[in-house]
């Protein structure tokens, strides 16, 4: 089970988000992807293995951790970074598991 | 570039099968080396792998829902199936698929269909 926090993150353009996901057991091998969803669109991925960025994914973007807590940075906001955001882990599949979501507003 | 479209019925009646494609466009579903999935997200909820199956045509599909899902691929029409039998309403969702699976990351996404389960 991945438990992301917090629910709902309130911030700034400019300001630095941080964001959270908790597993409830260790990672295999760090296979810990992240997403963003804005809305009525499909998802995106930003972030896997942790901490590689995705083909044509700002450097704003960043991922953290191991074993059981990530964490995806967002160094500086900018004004279509506004949406939500999860986190899933490919390693221990099947089944492979999603977080509950973020969601990040101004 | 590859892409993927979802279509099929946006609505079905409880205790019918849920039949839906997924055409892939801009490389062949039976690349070696890739997984594609079918995954599914309740509106304003979160998200529910389905399951995925490799190009070598193994399949694996989420305990949860294995008794009732099948995943197949059509290597001619280039497109991935999904069948979910005796549906309910709470298989009410958009259903995505992706490439992805295994040990990979989900990083191409369909847009999406919609399908309620209603009578």
């Known amino acids: 089970v991945l438990t992301q926090s917090p629910g709902t993150l309130s911030l700034s353009p400019g300001e630095r988000a941080t964001l959270s996901c908790r597993a409830s057991q260790s990672v295999a091998s760090a296979y810990l992807a992240w997403y963003q969803q804005k809305p009525g669109q499909s998802l995106r991925l930003l972030i896997h293995s942790t901490s590689t960025r995705a083909t044509g994914v700002p450097d704003r973007f960043s991922g953290s951790g191991s074993g059981t807590d990530f964490t995806l940075t967002i160094s500086r906001l900018e004004p279509e970074d506004f949406a939500v955001y999860y986190c899933q882990q490919y390693g221990n599949s099947p089944p492979i598991t999603f977080g509950q979501g973020t969601r990040l507003e101004i | 570039q590859v892409q993927l479209q979802e279509s099929g019925p946006g609505l079905v009646k409880p205790s019918e099968t849920l039949s839906l494609n997924c055409s892939v466009s801009g490389r062949s579903i039976s690349s070696s080396g890739y997984y594609w999935s079918w995954i599914r997200q309740v509106p304003g909820k979160g998200l529910e792998w389905i399951g995925y199956?490799?190009?070598?045509?193994?399949?694996y599909y989420n305990p949860s829902l294995k008794s009732r899902v099948a995943i197949s691929v059509d290597t001619s029409q280039n497109h991935l199936s999904l069948t979910l039998n005796s549906v309910t309403a709470s298989d009410t969702a958009v259903y995505y698929c992706?490439?992805?699976?295994?040990?990979?990351?989900?990083?191409?996404w369909g847009q999406g269909t919609m399908v309620t389960v209603s009578s």
């Open positions: 992706a490439r992805g699976g295994g040990l990979n990351p989900f990083d191409i």
């Open positions: 199956m490799y190009y070598t045509g193994s399949s």
